[in-house]
């Protein structure tokens, strides 16, 4: 009986083959006739965090009131000790006018003092000096501040503990570290970002062992468990560092390579490449660039000084303007606050950044296209898309255009200062090369940008058409600017086309 019914469920087959193997190639319903992806592509998670762009790293703690910048972690928890009630929403308040979309707040360095009352140690606010200091508890207060201004937020927790007398072995994994992490997610489940340093042992206290211990932080800290732990609990929480849901963009001056991939190979040293990242990399592991607004340490020194607010506009220009996000370290005082001259050189940031980058003068140009994807049942890819200020709508070439020219006119000549440009992500990085040029006249063409490094664009790219970031008192007149694309890796798709 079994052989019969292998027969029968085969005859088929036997049948096609007397006749000569004829297979017809599946083709799937596409009403919409989107472009295929390139692989690999962000999940929600990335993507919305990348949307965040440019956010703040407030570094306070026990060292703040050391003057130390890594803490050997023997510290009596009584030097933690505030002049003031620290004000997380006054840290909050001030980037939000220097046009940051959230915050990470330090509360936990490597000297191991945690600045909440934690169960996994006493080395913390609950045993620091009376009054302010065992009254604080940072997480809360900066989570609340945070929703109240309708700001992401999350928190810095070092893996590495110069304190515990349990780090090297399994049981501060389980018992300390891991915990830790636990007990922070438990402040909120909006948080965007967690941070954990790459910092992974050395010389420490350790519970007065006084002694040097190095772990494999690939498998020490057991990433993939506490992955899943901390997205269970916070869904569109970035784990930046060991999480592997990101990349350290390779230094912390404030700039991200003109040419930045979204891509690397993770497991393949990224930190040398950070910069740039990888075409073709196998997963997908965009850069955040982190940086001093100060001329000091990341926590804070007495005497230091802000940078200008001209030089801060530039690292914006060189890390959220080539396709990185910007961590921009603003450390609080010994008062619990930001000091008075770095709110006004914040203040002036968010001056800049509104007068420069935010009139759209692409809204009243036409926009042509030398290419343009026929329109779907539900979806339109003309070039109306590059402007509605939709981050689901994007203009799209054919299928077999890898190159195409958008051209901007205008009835009356424009002062040009920059063109942005954002891929539409959800289909991958495409856009290998393109170029600006300008037109005075409206009939010649002249090149612009020449100094810079026109290659990707991915989550957004921001050319300084004089080409250079440092200067921004000229700009070109025009009647008319075009970009082109000159290769990509599929047909390119644009989410957004501006001009300033």
């Keep these: 009986m079994r052989k019969l019914l292998l027969i029968l469920a085969l005859h088929p087959l036997l049948a096609i083959a007397q006749k000569g193997l004829q297979l017809v190639p599946q083709v799937l319903s596409s009403p919409d006739g989107e472009p295929a992806p390139v692989h690999p592509l962000p999940t929600q998670r990335q993507l919305e965090w990348q949307r965040t762009e440019f956010y703040a790293f407030f570094h306070y703690g026990m060292n703040t009131y050391t003057g130390r910048e890594w803490g050997n972690g023997d510290e009596a928890e009584t030097l933690f000790?505030?002049?003031?009630?620290?004000?997380?929403?006054?840290?909050?308040?001030?980037?939000?006018?220097?046009?940051?979309?959230?915050?990470i707040a330090v509360v936990k360095h490597h000297d191991g003092f945690c600045l909440w009352p934690t169960e996994t140690t006493g080395h913390s606010v609950v045993n620091a000096a009376e009054g302010y200091g065992r009254e604080t508890n940072i997480p809360r207060d900066f989570a609340d501040a945070a929703r109240r201004l309708g700001m992401k937020y999350g928190f810095y927790v070092s893996p590495w503990d110069r304190n515990s007398a349990l780090y090297g072995t399994t049981r501060y994994v389980s018992e300390v570290f891991l915990r830790q992490c636990a007990e922070l997610a438990q402040y909120g489940d909006d948080q965007f970002e967690m941070w954990f340093d790459g910092a992974n042992g050395g010389s420490g206290y350790y519970g007065g062992k006084n002694t040097t211990i190095s772990v494999d932080r690939a498998t020490y800290y057991d990433v993939p468990n506490l992955r899943d732990s901390i997205h269970k609990v916070c869904p569109m929480c970035v784990l930046w560092g060991e999480g592997g849901e990101a990349r350290w963009i390779g230094n912390e001056a404030g700039w991200a390579g003109e040419t930045n991939w979204n891509t690397e190979n993770r497991g393949y040293a990224p930190e040398s490449n950070g910069m740039y990242g990888t075409e073709g990399g196998w997963c997908w592991l965009p850069g955040e660039s982190d940086a001093k607004m100060t001329n000091s340490g990341w926590f804070w020194h007495e005497g230091e000084q802000p940078l200008s607010a001209e030089r801060l506009f530039q690292m914006y220009l060189e890390t959220v303007g080539r396709g990185a996000t910007l961590i921009l370290n603003c450390p609080p005082d010994r008062s619990g606050v930001l000091p008075a001259a770095d709110v006004r050189v914040l203040q002036n940031l968010g001056k800049l950044l509104q007068a420069r980058l935010t009139t759209d003068l692409a809204q009243k140009a036409r926009i042509d296209a030398s290419a343009t994807r026929p329109k779907g049942a539900?979806?339109?890819?003309?070039?109306?898309?590059l402007t509605d200020g939709q981050i689901e709508t994007y203009w799209a070439a054919p299928d077999d255009a890898t190159q195409a020219t958008l051209t901007l006119t205008w009835d009356e000549p424009q002062t040009l200062h920059y063109v942005m440009l954002q891929e539409y992500l959800r289909l991958g990085q495409r856009i290998r090369s393109f170029n600006v040029e300008y037109s005075a006249d409206g009939q010649t063409w002249q090149p612009c940008a020449t100094n810079i490094e026109t290659t990707t664009v991915g989550y957004k790219r921001i050319v300084p058409l004089i080409g250079t970031t440092a200067n921004?008192?000229?700009?070109?007149?025009?009647?008319?600017?075009?970009i082109n694309i000159l290769d990509a890796r599929a047909c390119p798709t644009l989410e957004t086309l501006a001009v300033y």
């Design 378 to 385: 539900t979806r339109s890819y003309e070039t109306g898309m």
């Design 81 to 103: 000790a505030p002049t003031a009630p620290p004000k997380p929403e006054q840290w909050l308040q001030t980037v939000k006018a220097a046009g940051m979309r959230g915050g």
């Design 472 to 482: 921004y008192n000229r700009g070109v007149q025009a009647l008319a600017l075009r």
